[in-house]
Nanobody, 129 residues
Framework: QVQLVESGGGLVQAGGSLRLSCAAS????????MGWFRQAPGKEREFVSS????????YYLDSVKGRFTISRDAAKNTVYLQMNSLKPEDTAVYYC??????????????????????WGQGTQVTVSS
């Protein structure tokens, strides 16, 4: 069983920055594909970014490219989402997700919520205009 705990959300003005963290349990974190999703009120859950187990491959939602950066620290079993130049439309609950049985990394495949086995509880990000 993998547990994911997100932190780092909050209220920020447009143009500001936040860094989300997701701490994962499990002895094989370095083999997990990790992803970030978000869900705004009244909307479906939306893919934001994913990262391969080595960290060498990353995939982003078009609207966050150049503003958000996903990274991982194997020593801390943690994945991060650095969010810069935030916009009001980035307001949502952000969820961390993990696939512990990944045998390959395909950025297109990991846009799907069904690709992941485990989910965190979410952290609220609110961007004021």
């Amino acid at each position: 069983q993998v547990q994911l705990v997100e932190s780092g959300g909050g209220l920020v003005q447009a143009g500001g920055s936040l860094r989300l963290s997701c701490a994962a349990s499990g002895r094989t974190f370095s083999r997990y594909v990790m992803g970030w999703f978000r869900q705004a009120p009244g909307k479906e859950r939306e893919f934001v970014s994913s990262i391969s187990w080595s960290g060498s491959m990353r995939y982003y939602l078009d609207s966050v490219k150049g503003r958000f950066t996903i990274s991982r620290d194997a020593a801390k079993n943690t994945v991060y989402l650095q969010m810069n130049s935030l916009k009001p439309e980035d307001t949502a609950v952000y969820y961390c997700a993990a696939d512990e049985n990944a045998s390959y990394y395909d950025g297109s495949y990991y846009q799907r919520p069904s690709a992941y086995d485990y989910w965190g509880q979410g952290t609220q990000v609110t961007v004021s205009s």
